[in-house]
């Protein structure tokens, strides 16, 4: 996944699945309900199974590039769901972005919490 300069999700859980990331571009932020960690090229980030808030921030100039790996299979179509409203989010207000995104969330198993949770 590409993520643009100071670009993440909200902090998330899902209870479901693992998620893990390798960093090959950038500098990211993680923020789990365990901790923080600043992963650079090269780090590997493992959200376990079972529910785990956490969320990440690209704290780079430049885009950051990230391995996501999901398992089971499934949240890929979040992926691609949310890159195509974000394609044409633009003209949308924020409040009816908010909205939107938040039914794709929910949509797939997703629970989200405020953006200063896990500070």
Do not use: R
């Amino acid at each position: 996944m590409s993520v643009p300069p100071g670009a993440g999700p909200n902090p998330h859980a899902h209870a479901d699945f693992t998620e893990t990331f390798f960093v090959l571009e950038g500098e990211v932020s993680f923020k789990s309900q365990l901790g923080s960690y600043v992963a650079k090229k090269g780090s590997f980030v493992n959200i376990p199974k079972g529910g785990i808030v956490h969320g990440f921030k690209n704290l780079s100039d430049h885009p950051a590039k990230l391995l996501c790996t999901v398992t089971p299979a499934g949240l890929d179509d979040l992926f691609e769901e949310m890159a195509e409203f974000m394609e044409t989010a633009l003209s949308n207000k924020e409040s009816e972005m908010k909205e939107k995104i938040m039914a794709i969330f929910e949509k797939y198993g997703q629970q989200m919490f405020p953006p200063d949770y896990l500070d």
